[in-house]
């Protein structure tokens, strides 16, 4: 069965640095998304992105993030200049068609220290 | 802005009863509404959904319930396994975005 994969599992990286989050959507999926869980918090929506461009965003996702399509395959997550509050899963979801069932990866755990 | 609520962080049911796992939203445009469960150090994994246009979807062991007047749906398991035991998150969105807006969980445990 098709899934959604993600890498690198966990990334520990210093407060300052930037850290590139990698996903492999399902392959005739249209619609990618990045959400992430703050330990002990709910699942937040980040932003979604179809057609080579960000469709939605959510407040989270400010100048310290940006999100690209570099291939026919990957969708990466960038977070420049992490700080420590940007410690949290970041799980990455695509589906077929806006609206329709999200399916997630596994989640990339980063810690910033 | 907690548009989706799940007031119940657990519950804890012996196996082979039913679980009833349960979610309020207060955004009258959600249309779309699914159950995912998870699993530690993993991701949330679909389980089922309704539109807005059902009042019930059943799959197996697992059904959800709409009641769009009082804005709830649930969630019910029966019979409840022990491998049932995970968080269950409900999540909803309307059909003029992209996001689910997820609850907080409600962590279940089936006692054997």
């Known amino acids: 069965e098709p899934e959604v994969t993600q890498t690198p599992s966990h990334q520990v990286t210093q407060m300052g640095q930037e850290v590139i989050l990698r996903c492999v959507p399902i392959s005739n999926h249209l619609y990618f998304y990045w959400y992430r869980q703050i330990l002990g918090q709910k699942v937040e929506f980040l932003v979604s992105f179809y057609n080579n461009e960000i469709s939605e965003k959510s407040e989270i996702f400010d100048d310290q993030f940006s999100v690209e399509r570099p291939d026919g395959s990957n969708f990466t997550l960038k977070i420049r200049s992490t700080k420590l509050e940007d410690s949290a899963m970041y799980f990455c979801?695509?589906?077929?068609?806006?609206?329709?069932?999200?399916?997630f990866g596994p989640g990339t755990r980063l810690l910033v220290l | 802005d907690q548009q989706v609520k799940q007031n119940s962080p657990s519950l804890s049911v012996q196996e082979g009863r039913i679980s009833i796992l349960n979610c309020d939203y207060t955004?009258?445009?959600?249309?779309?509404f699914l159950w995912y469960k998870k699993y530690p150090a993993e991701g949330p994994t679909f389980l089922i959904s309704i539109s807005s246009i059902k009042d019930k979807n059943e799959d197996g062991r697992f059904t959800v319930f709409l009641n769009k007047s009082a804005k709830h749906l649930s969630l019910h398991i029966v019979p409840s396994q022990p491998g049932d035991s995970a968080v269950y998150f409900c999540?909803?969105?309307?059909?003029?975005?992209?996001?689910?807006?997820f609850g907080t969980g409600t962590s279940l445990t089936v006692i054997p």
């Open positions: 999540a909803a969105s309307r059909n003029t975005g992209n996001q689910f807006y």
């Open positions: 955004n009258s445009m959600f249309d779309y």
């Open positions: 979801a695509s589906s077929t068609d806006r609206g329709e069932t999200q399916y």
